[in-house]
């Protein structure tokens, strides 16, 4: 697991701001995202299925994601080119060793939804909107397993 401090001040709130789409809201709901798909970046690929990176974006996902928004969206793609050193879209297994990287498809994953954010204390909310969104296949009975790792990853 990793540490949870670091990865929220060295990686999410940096690349949020890099993003332009900081709030306390996106930031939480980027560490409950990493939470419950990766035991806090204990894993960096799913054993089972294709997920990559702290945050097990499915190959598919991610390739739709540049396809349908990202390569539209002219100032979300220059912000990548210059806070990622990209200049074309990267092979999906980056999102496996290049933490800032997976923490940006994730938040822009986020950006795509029309709905608001949940509040970053409203735990319920947030696992709604995560298996809404994020996690279409999660049964409603894992959200106990969830919120404890959720909770053990938050006060790691």
């Known amino acids: 697991?990793?540490?949870?401090?670091q990865l929220r001040d060295l990686i999410?709130?940096?690349?949020?701001?890099?993003?332009?789409?900081?709030s306390e809201d996106a930031l939480e709901l980027l560490l409950f995202?990493?939470?419950?798909?990766?035991?806090?970046?204990?894993?960096?690929?799913?054993?089972?299925?294709?997920?990559?990176?702290?945050f097990c974006m499915r190959p598919?996902?991610?390739?739709?994601?540049?396809?349908?928004y990202i390569f539209k969206k002219s100032d979300i793609l220059t912000k990548l080119?210059?806070?990622?050193?990209i200049n074309q879209m990267p092979p999906e297994d980056r999102m496996i060793y290049d933490l800032r990287f997976a923490?940006?498809?994730?938040?822009?994953?986020?950006m795509t939804i029309n709905e608001t954010i949940p509040n970053n204390n409203d735990i319920d909310a947030m696992w709604d909107?995560?298996?809404?969104?994020?996690?279409?296949?999660?049964?409603?009975?894992e959200k106990e397993i969830a919120l404890i790792k959720y909770n053990l990853f938050i006060r790691n």
């Open 1 to 5: 697991m990793l540490n949870v401090n």
């Open 12 to 22: 999410v709130k940096p690349v949020l701001l890099d993003l332009v789409a900081f």
């Open 33 to 54: 995202t990493c939470a419950v798909e990766s035991v806090g970046g204990t894993f960096l690929k799913k054993s089972k299925g294709s997920a990559l990176g702290i």
């Open 60 to 68: 598919n996902t991610y390739n739709h994601l540049w396809q349908t």
């Open 81 to 85: 080119i210059s806070n990622f050193n």
């Open 103 to 110: 923490t940006a498809m994730a938040r822009i994953f986020y």
């Open 129 to 141: 909107y995560y298996t809404k969104y994020y996690n279409k296949d999660t049964a409603s009975s």
